[in-house]
């Protein structure tokens, strides 16, 4: 979450006119982010909301995320769904850019994961697997903004920034991704990006899952791999261990792996290391040409991918 557009007073109150809400008293733009702009808005009653303005995204390709997170809200899983306004619109536009609404959730991010709370993340990701293997969201099409003709394409791209050993690695990772999906493991519409930033903690307790904009149909096994390596493995200390039999645990409560899944898990965490070492590889260039984002430094899922090789 971060600001690339500034708002006004004027737009922020002309938008919540479309809704039976009351008037703006403050607001504030988020500071820390990657792609979209957040404002945290004050209404008069006290309540809080947050206002998200989609930098990349189009009007078109937010419609399934809508569904998806509507759907998770349905089930009790606590993910906000975006307000509907007085024509029942959730979508909506402010600064000629596609804009949604949500009530604030309370609770924060946090920095270091005890594995209580990486059991909560573990029921709660199988909930969401759960869900969208069955209706009415196993209907719902959306293409993994981060699969492997992404992965490929992303190679090609940052190649001129890596060695030959590197190149050589990440390409191995891609080849491995093509054999993990043709061992038939449970697919799903995953989160993909499930990380601590992602989640709101109150008290002890998971009370949002956020940021669902780089979901998409994949194994359900690499978003369990995606969330451990950050959750568990990203943190380099005496509970990392702990943390990940904490996360296991949880999910397999609620969806319990199958033989091929378990003997597929440290492939999944490979596979995992790359993606996000490719994604932030792929940011710090982009942004280095002009385009919008926080750089987040691919150092770190370097190092992880080389650990998980090293140390399977």
Known sequence: MAVYTTLTESEINSLLSRFTLPEL????GASS???????????????????????????????????????????????????????????????????????????????HS???????????????????????????????????TWMRETLALVNSSLDKSEIKILQSQIDLS????????????????????????????ITALID??????????????????????AQQD??????VTALLEGYQKIRPLSSPEVSSWQDSLTIAAARLWLSRQRRLILVNHGGKGTVKNPFEYQQLLFCHLNHP
């Open 178 to 205: 093509v054999d993990l999906g043709a061992r038939g493991l449970p697919r799903a519409i995953i989160h993909g990006d499930l990380f601590r930033d992602n989640v709101l903690v109150h008290e002890g307790t």
């Open 25 to 28: 008293h403050s607001f504030q």
């Open 238 to 243: 005496g509970e990392v261990e702990h943390r």
């Open 212 to 233: 669902f904009y780089n979901a998409g149909e994949d194994t359900a096994l690499i978003d369990l791999a995606i969330t451990a390596n950050d959750w568990c493995y």
């Open 33 to 111: 982010g990657v792609e979209n702009t957040t404002y945290f808005l004050t209404l008069n009653s006290g309540v809080q909301y947050v206002l998200t303005v989609f930098e990349t995204l189009s009007v078109d390709s937010l419609n399934p995320y809508i569904q998806l997170t509507t759907q998770l809200h349905l089930r009790d899983l606590p993910v906000p769904c975006p307000l509907v306004d007085m024509d029942g619109r959730a979508l909506q536009t402010i600064a000629n850019k596609p804009a949604l609404l949500f009530i604030r959730s309370p609770g924060k991010h946090i920095e």
């Open 114 to 148: 005890e594995p209580e709370i990486c059991r909560q993340v573990g029921i709660n990701l199988a909930k969401i697997h759960d869900a969208t293997r069955t209706a009415p969201l196993n209907t719902l099409v959306i293409a993994n903004p981060c699969g492997l």
